[in-house]
């Protein structure tokens, strides 16, 4: 079994200190690739997309509208 790697919400500026996940692209199990498109993150009006890091199996942490800190977790993928 490999080690799961975590998936931060850090995509925004230095500036920027929350930031909330608007829509996962994929549901909670699903298999990902590295690279592809996991989510759409809501930064100070601006929509970010969060990749993937890793392949695997993505475990969602976070629900859609909740406000994250920059760096919190926001899914693992397995």
Do not use: C, F, H
Request: glycine share 6%.
């Amino acid at each position: 079994m490999s080690t799961p790697v975590i998936v931060p919400a850090d995509l925004w500026d230095e500036d920027d200190k929350t930031g909330s996940i608007v829509l996962w692209l994929y549901a909670d199990g699903a298999t990902v690739k590295e690279g592809d498109l996991i989510a759409e993150v809501l930064v100070e009006k601006v929509t970010l997309e969060l990749e993937a890091p890793a392949t695997g199996t993505l475990r969602i942490q976070v629900e859609p509208e909740v406000v994250v800190n920059k760096g919190d977790t926001v899914a693992i993928i397995e």
